[in-house]
């Protein structure tokens, strides 16, 4: 999936009905937390670095840079 209207209807849904059980779950939240925040356009706003602090914060296990291809 490239979009984040794709991520939005699709990846974010399954995951909030069949939540992960394992550590990842805290990374998922705060994931799904920053993909809301910019599909309200918050991150276009020049106080966005306080919401957006948050993806910095995410776990980059397994993910090979692929939060930073997103935001592009």
């Given at each position: 999936?490239?979009?984040?209207?794709?991520?939005?209807?699709?990846?974010?849904?399954?995951?909030?009905?069949?939540?992960?059980?394992?550590?990842?779950?805290?990374?998922?939240?705060?994931?799904?937390?920053?993909?809301?925040?910019?599909?309200?356009?918050?991150?276009?706003?020049?106080?966005?670095?306080?919401?957006?602090?948050?993806a910095g914060?995410?776990?980059?296990?397994?993910?090979?840079?692929?939060?930073?291809?997103?935001s592009r």
């Open positions: 999936m490239k979009r984040r209207s794709d991520l939005m209807s699709s990846v974010v849904p399954f995951f909030e009905e069949h939540p992960l059980i394992t550590a990842k779950r805290a990374d998922f939240e705060r994931f799904a937390a920053v993909l809301r925040v910019m599909e309200a356009g918050g991150h276009l706003h020049e106080d966005a670095s306080f919401g957006m602090n948050a914060k995410l776990s980059t296990r397994g993910c090979g840079g692929s939060l930073l291809r997103l």
